[in-house]
T-cell receptor, first 112, second 118 residues
Framework: GNSVTQMEGPVTLSEEAFLTINCTYT??????LFWYVQYPGEGLQLLLK?????DKGSNKGFEATYRKETTSFHLEKGSVQVSDSAVYFC???????????FGIGTKLQVIP | GAVVSQHPSWVICKSGTSVKIECRSL??????MFWYRQFPKQSLMLMAT?????????EQGVEKDKFLINHASLTLSTLTVTSAHPEDSSFYIC??????????????FGQGTRLTVV
């Protein structure tokens, strides 16, 4: 079956620190990979995606590279802001946006 | 992106009662809706997929008689947890898409509902 593994957190960083949230996956078939973000009181929003090996998804200063050889899709940002505080979900699907399999979600807290 | 509103955000109910959760697409017509749940310390898992006007398709292990899904219109889907028990306590979240199961049509998420059964 399909599964996604990521650290639960919380991850606490100071403003302008470097962020890495690790994500690894197992999948039957060739998955698309996603990072979703959920800000307090809001729904999950698609942050970035990659659909094939070596693709790099990027948005709002965040980026992640689809690494087929290590089955990973780690999320990175060079300088976090307080407004980045949220829960981040790594996810995959072998059917585009349909039937998405999520990780447990990682809570990020950025302090001034 | 499009807006999906889920209501209520949290609910506490007594064991044996039923609870209804609503999922509305506010500015688009949602031909397909998805319901997910997340148990503590576990991943968010797909429960069922529904297309407007047809019966929901449930994932393996999800009881369709316990989790009633009604996709009554192009802007509303409801999940009713019938005869709720403490083990049904979970985080439930919906998503909505304009595609009839089309792979490349993005699905937009509600904010989720925290259900606690006491």
């Amino acid at each position: 079956g399909n599964s996604v593994t990521q650290m639960e957190g919380p991850v606490t960083l100071s403003e302008e620190a470097f962020l890495t949230i690790n994500c690894t996956y197992t999948a039957t078939g060739y998955p698309s990979l996603f990072w979703y973000v959920q800000y307090p009181g809001e729904g999950l929003q698609l942050l970035l995606k990659a659909t094939k090996a070596d693709d790099k998804g990027s948005n709002k200063g965040f980026e992640a590279t689809y690494r087929k050889e290590t089955t990973s899709f780690h999320l990175e940002k060079g300088s976090v802001q307080v407004s980045d505080s949220a829960v981040y979900f790594c996810a995959l699907s072998v059917r585009g946006y349909q039937k998405v399999t999520f990780g447990i979600g990682t809570k990020l807290q950025v302090i001034p | 992106g499009a807006v999906v509103s889920q209501h209520p955000s949290w609910v506490i109910c007594k064991s044996g009662t039923s609870v209804k959760i609503e999922c509305r697409s506010l500015d688009f017509q949602a031909t397909t809706m998805f319901w997910y749940r997340q148990f503590p310390k576990q991943s968010l898992m797909l429960m069922a997929t529904s297309n407007e006007g047809s019966k929901a398709t449930y994932e393996q292990g999800v009881e369709k008689d316990k989790f009633l899904i009604n996709h009554a219109s192009l802007t509303l889907s409801t999940l009713t947890v019938t005869s709720a028990h403490p083990e049904d306590s979970s985080f439930y979240i919906c998503s909505a898409s304009t595609g009839f199961g089309l792979m490349n049509t993005e699905a937009f998420f509600g904010q989720g509902t925290r259900l606690t059964v006491v």
